[in-house]
């Protein structure tokens, strides 16, 4: 069963801040990683995607990758109360599955 | 065309009604997945095609969730004798040959009474 974790929140920073969302992934080989937003009735929206170790920045965005350790995270700077969000994380496998396993989201509030 | 579009947006529909949902991915994606999310939960898979192979139907939760997908562009999601707990948002993403990460469409909103 590939499980893939993330806490649900609410994380609650100000603006300005740095928000902190992490994921863990139980299938080892996985070689692909995204993350998702998706406002209160909306649909998911794709974000930030990573496929090696390290850090993937994008604007305000930094993905980061540790295979070892079996986690992702992203990183949010500068947190506006537009980023108030759920975040999901998804996780493709290996076996050359394009099925990805997605978490439950982690719900972000960034306050005034 | 420019996004993945979903129709109806809302279907209010009687219980033990079938239902039909439509998907047209965005032109040129190979790789079409739908999902389901209920309120509060998260997403589950229902199924995914990719191209022209047998989909893979893993995901569907009885014989009454079916799905088509003709020419290897718009599908249909057909659930038959709707229940109350098939209510959700059903959602359709598409990719390019399976590979990276989707595009959703916006959902339609399934309401059984």
């Known amino acids: 069963q590939k499980e893939v974790e993330q806490n649900s929140g609410p994380l609650s920073v100000p603006e300005g801040a740095i928000a902190s969302l992490n994921c863990t992934y139980s299938?080892?080989?996985?070689?692909?990683f995204f993350w998702y937003r998706q406002y209160s009735g909306k649909s998911p929206e794709l974000i930030m995607s990573?496929?090696?170790?390290g850090d993937k920045e994008d604007g305000r965005f930094t993905a980061q990758l540790n295979k070892a350790s079996q986690y992702v995270s992203l990183l949010i700077r500068d947190s506006q109360p537009s980023d108030s969000a759920t975040y999901l994380c998804?996780?493709?496998?290996?076996?050359?599955?394009?099925?990805?396993?997605f978490g439950r989201g982690t719900s972000l509030i960034v306050h005034p | 065309g420019a996004g993945v579009s979903q129709s109806p947006s809302n279907k209010v529909t009687e219980k033990g009604k079938d239902v039909e949902l439509r998907c047209d991915p965005i032109?040129?994606?190979?790789?079409l997945y739908w999902y389901r999310q209920s309120l509060g939960q998260g997403l589950e898979f229902l199924i995914y095609f990719q191209g022209n192979s047998a989909p893979d139907k893993s995901g569907l939760p009885s014989d009454r969730f079916s799905a088509e997908r003709t020419g290897g562009s718009v599908s249909t999601l057909t659930i038959q004798r709707t229940q109350q707990e098939d209510s959700a948002v059903y959602l359709c993403?598409?990719?390019?040959?399976?590979?990276?990460?989707?595009?959703f469409g916006s959902g339609t909103r399934l309401t059984v009474v």
């Open positions: 998804a996780v493709k496998g290996s076996g050359g599955s394009y099925i990805p396993t």
């Open positions: 032109s040129g994606h190979t790789a």
């Open positions: 990573i496929y090696s170790n």
């Open positions: 993403a598409s990719s390019p040959q399976g590979e990276g990460g989707y595009t």
């Open positions: 299938d080892r080989g996985s070689q692909s």
